[in-house]
């Protein structure tokens, strides 16, 4: 019998659209993402928001501004998301 390599799943990571709602850190975002989930009794769509703590090097976002988070390795307590892109401002 011969045997098969096994394929590797390579980790995709996971990426969020939200709004930058505080940047007085240094350093670090608050970006708060909303998503329009079903109710799972009712079925109704409905909205649910979550705040995530974003690492920005550069500083390049501002309050207001629609940005794009990618999940990334923890960077400390709470953060353990990275900016990757600034979509609007």
């Not at 098969?4 to 990426?15: D, L, Y």
């Not at 709602?21 to 350093?27: A, D, E, G, L, Y």
């Amino acid at each position: 019998m011969s045997e098969q390599p096994q394929e590797t799943a390579k980790h995709v990571r996971k990426t969020r659209v939200g709004v930058v709602t505080s940047n007085k850190m240094s350093k670090t975002l608050v970006v708060e993402h909303v998503a329009r989930v079903p109710h799972p009794t009712f079925n109704k769509i409905v909205k649910r928001s979550k705040k995530y703590y974003v690492h920005d090097e550069k500083g390049e976002a501002q309050i207001g501004d629609k940005v794009r988070i990618v999940e990334t390795r923890p960077m400390s307590k709470l953060k353990r998301w990275a900016l990757e892109k600034v979509l609007s401002h």
